[in-house]
């Protein structure tokens, strides 16, 4: 059975990957693979990054095990799901162990399985927000993405957030606060609403998008407002803390735009999940948050044209 | 028997099964009916096991009741993308003595070779069933197995759930409908805040309707009607 399930992983990837399209493909496989694997290996025995990568792929792995919908599924028809879902993550994080052993660094790569087996044996809860619900009136009635996203994560949100209000003390825990809660932002933009959702507002593809954008934009810049504040004590860092300040919200804007640019109503997009994360983690290289800059300039045409799509469907 | 006794199940605060009760008998066709909200879909969940009891026992046969002994359909069904409803159907393990998948499919006449992704919802519908059913268990749990079947197929499915109870399975179905549950369940249970109201037999359907809608409350028709 698990055989048979890991299999069908593999074909849905292969059959995902034929829906991308030949040339981005192509581009895939010979430009960015290779260059994210170069950038792998070159740091991963520099520090922090030993860290830095097995920690974002032990995140990556606890938000998509957390938003499993093939649990009740799997346990219907199968009876042990949590070995399956072992198997699964064990073999799709086995470059990240690998990687860790080739330089050596046993006492990661124990730690970094360990913490994938306890990821794998959690039960993904569908209940989570019925029973973790908490007033959020502060979030105004249309931002949905960040009602549903602080209700699933608000204990791992105040753990990150208040350690950042501490940021005078050492600039390391601004920047870790900043990092995690730029991170779970993005990842709040994963699921998407269905159609009539879309369309309530009575706007056009484009005022939903550049409304979407500043509301949401806005609000995250106050929310990280006194983080930021903190961190500003340390004068040596000031450039550093404005440049990382305006790369989250830059990130925040690359999550929605890609959200609309894939946009299938009531979807879950894995896919959105890694991309964001990845993003997230190379924007740590500051001049590489440029990149996402200028390319928020191309999904924007991209995620109007796509909503066209939506918006027109019943005309 | 299916015993369930003194069933509570809560979500924070809130019994949404409240100390619910009943035997049902083995190898017949129970419908289970309610409000939306009365309990039905937990209840289910909690016999599966997905939905944690706060205290009671659900025993069948004398043990306690276990997921390997039963098949479910849920409300929503889940379906992994790019995949065709072959490799769907490969998944459900069928004991010795059922059909293949070609033949089994001559009832359901789903295009097993295309993608699920362009199935209508109709089509998933009897995609899931089809799985389900496939594992030939002895108890079988239907939620709201009519929802998106087209009047063909719901006529089918009687007849095959007429079938199941032939062979001596157990099979509780839920469903708005009761239309569609007086003409194939043996007995009909109606939910209401988390308890059992009154069971009827295949004998006494014929007040059944009056007898549901009899205790709804006046004042919230009332409203309804200044309303609309």
């Known amino acids: ?315 | 028997m299916l015993a369930i006794e003194n069933l509570i199940v809560s979500y924070g605060d809130h019994n949404v099964i409240d100390g619910l009760t009943i035997s049902l008998p083995l190898k017949s066709v129970h419908g289970l009916v309610g409000m939306n909200g009365a309990g039905k879909t937990t209840l289910l969940n909690t016999m599966v096991g997905f939905t944690r009891k706060a205290s009671g026992s659900i025993m069948m046969a004398g043990a306690s009741l276990k997921r390997a002994d039963l098949s479910f359909l849920e409300t929503e069904n889940f379906f992994y993308s790019h995949i065709t409803g072959r490799e769907y159907l490969g998944l459900f393990k069928a004991p010795q003595g059922i059909p293949g998948i070609d033949e089994w499919n001559r009832m359901f006449r789903l295009p097993l070779d295309h993608l699920i992704d362009n199935y209508s919802s109709g089509m998933k519908r009897k995609l899931a069933l089809a799985g389900v059913l496939r594992q030939e268990k002895e108890l079988v749990i239907l939620d709201e197995p009519f929802n998106g079947l087209d009047l063909e197929f719901s006529r089918l499915l009687s007849m095959i759930i007429a079938r199941l109870k032939e062979r001596g399975t157990t099979v509780i179905i839920t469903s708005h409908i009761l239309g569609s549950l007086t003409g194939i369940c043996d007995h009909i249970h109606l939910l209401r805040n988390g308890k059992i109201q009154f069971s009827r037999d295949r004998d006494n359907f014929m007040d059944l309707e009056k007898d549901i809608f009899r205790d709804l409350d006046p004042a919230y028709m009332t409203l309804v009607e200044e309303i609309m």
């Open chain 1, 1 to 315: 059975m698990v055989v048979h399930l890991i299999r069908l992983r593999f074909i849905q990837v292969y059959r995902g990957l034929a829906n991308v399209g030949l040339l981005r493909v192509v581009f895939l496989a010979v430009v960015i693979l290779p260059l994210v694997t170069l950038f792998l290996v070159q740091r991963i025995s520099v520090h922090p990054w030993p860290y830095i990568i097995p920690g974002s792929v032990l995140y990556i792995t606890w938000l998509v095990h957390g938003r499993r919908r093939d649990y009740h599924f799997l346990a219907a028809i199968f009876f042990r799901p949590r070995v399956l879902f072992l198997w699964e993550y064990l073999l799709f994080t086995l470059p990240v162990t690998t990687l860790l052993l080739s330089e050596a660094l046993y006492i990661h790569a124990i730690v970094f399985t360990a913490a994938i087996i306890i990821i794998a044996f959690s039960v993904p809860s569908r209940n989570l927000v019925n029973s973790r619900t908490v007033k959020l009136r502060i979030i105004p009635a249309g931002m949905f993405e960040w009602q549903s996203g602080i209700r699933k994560n608000l204990v791992v949100l105040v753990l990150f957030y208040i350690p950042g209000l501490f940021g005078f003390f050492h600039i390391w825990l601004s920047g870790v606060s900043l990092l995690f809660l730029t991170l779970f932002f993005v990842s709040f933009y994963s699921e998407y609403e269905p159609r009539n959702m879309l369309i309530a507002g009575g706007s056009g593809s484009w005022q939903l998008l550049i409304g979407k954008v500043a509301r949401h934009t806005g609000l995250f810049a106050m929310f990280l407002m006194p983080i930021i504040f903190t961190a500003l004590v340390h004068e040596e860092f000031r450039w550093l803390t404005a440049g990382y300040f305006l790369a989250s919200l830059n990130l925040l804007v690359f999550s929605i735009l890609l959200k609309y640019y894939q946009y299938r109503p009531g979807a879950y997009s894995g896919a959105h999940q890694m991309l964001t994360t990845l993003a997230c983690i190379i924007s740590i290289i500051l001049p590489a948050a440029l990149f996402f800059a200028l390319f928020n300039l191309f999904l924007i045409a991209g995620a109007t044209r796509n909503l066209k799509t939506y918006f027109d469907a019943g005309n």
